[in-house]
């Protein structure tokens, strides 16, 4: 177990607005949780004494992140503090939202934000039901914003742009390795996958006009199973740092697709997809033209899914990207 020092100022005055009582002071201990996040997450417990004369125990969670620059979106690593400071969290409803932010400060090129813990079901654990129903409050959550076009939308000026899973797409086939690799006679990928890849790249470009016909909304952008906490039904999302501009359905590619569960990604395919055109037609009452998930999913993760082949250490390892791809292949038949 690792720890980190923290200033007892800042947990005191977390802690009051966390509890929303007075706190003579308070006792911790850190520590780094696991996950996909590029910044140093703490769990943060202790007991905090109240001025009420109350011993309370706490969890929340520390969230710091130091300046670094994604490919193609320099500003992602201070996203997610600029859409804390910005108001932003008054958009969502109890049904979807992230964790409340009890405080948030930046220090040169660091943030920290001390956030709400979330006890619920995440991960592969997330079951069916959950999934239909992430996709279905996401899809209201869009909606409603597409509709209304609150102004805050526009005042936030560090937002990815719409051409962002484009910009990743290019970024993979540029790859030579991987490129030429399923176009090899020796690739160990069946050729009928491989086909699949190398189809999907010749409809690039008309692909990728069809999908720009479609309505411009904001998304998540990294909205996998270990981003996605069912508390209850309620839907929480954590890690914000690439969200922004794209386009309908953008969001579906990763909640299907994104290293989910390989035995069920068909069955999320058919049943998501017109869950969350259900959640979004609930504010926006038009005819929603072919999201192109499918043919989505193959152009994001398709080469993606091919390093991870040949980067893989195991036989196992290699299988489930095969396998992966295959559940791709099936999908829609």
């Known amino acids: 177990m690792t720890s980190r020092r923290i200033r007892h100022d800042t947990l005191k005055y977390v802690l009051e607005k966390m509890l929303r009582v007075g706190v003579a002071g308070a006792h911790y201990r850190t520590r780094r949780m696991h996950g996909g996040t590029l910044g140093d997450v703490r769990l943060v417990t202790g007991q905090a004494e109240t001025l009420d004369g109350r011993t309370v125990p706490y969890k929340l969670v520390l969230k710091i992140q130091k300046q670094w620059e994604r490919y193609g979106d320099p500003g992602s690593w201070r996203r997610e503090y600029d859409l804390y400071v910005s108001g932003f969290g008054k958009l969502f409803q109890p049904s979807l939202r992230w964790p409340e932010c009890y405080h948030a400060e930046m220090r040169g090129n660091e943030w920290q934000i001390w956030m709400e813990y979330i006890q619920g079901v995440s991960g592969l654990a997330l079951t069916g039901d959950m999934f239909i129903n992430a996709a279905y409050e996401l899809g209201r959550f869009q909606g409603r914003l597409y509709a209304q076009k609150p102004d805050i939308l526009n005042r936030i000026a560090n937002l990815s ?5 484009q910009k990743y797409y290019t970024y993979y086939r540029s790859s030579v390795r991987l490129y030429d690799y399923v176009r090899s006679e020796d690739c160990g990928i069946p050729r ?4 699949m ?3 999907a790249d010749e409809r690039a470009d008309s692909l990728f006009k069809s999908v720009e016909a479609l309505p411009v909304i904001f998304c998540h952008r990294d909205f996998w199973v270990t981003n996605i906490f069912d508390l209850n039904g309620q839907i929480i999302l954590i890690d914000w740092d690439t969200s922004g501009w794209g386009y309908l359905g953008e969001d579906l590619v990763s909640l299907i697709a994104d290293e989910a569960d390989v035995e069920h990604m068909t ?3 058919d049943t998501c997809v017109p869950a969350y055109l259900r959640g979004f037609s609930e504010y926006v009452r038009s005819d929603i033209p072919d999201l192109h998930i499918r043919e989505r999913i193959i152009l994001h993760f398709g080469y993606r899914l091919v390093e991870w082949y ?3 250490e195991t036989e196992d390892r290699k299988k489930l990207q095969i396998n992966t791809l295959q559940q791709i292949y099936r999908m829609g038949s």
Do not use: K, M, T
């Open 161 to 165: 742009r719409e051409d962002a899973a």
């Open 192 to 195: 009928h996958l491989c086909a």
């Open 197 to 199: 890849l190398i189809d």
């Open 267 to 269: 069955e999320y395919f």
């Open 310 to 312: 040949l980067d893989a």
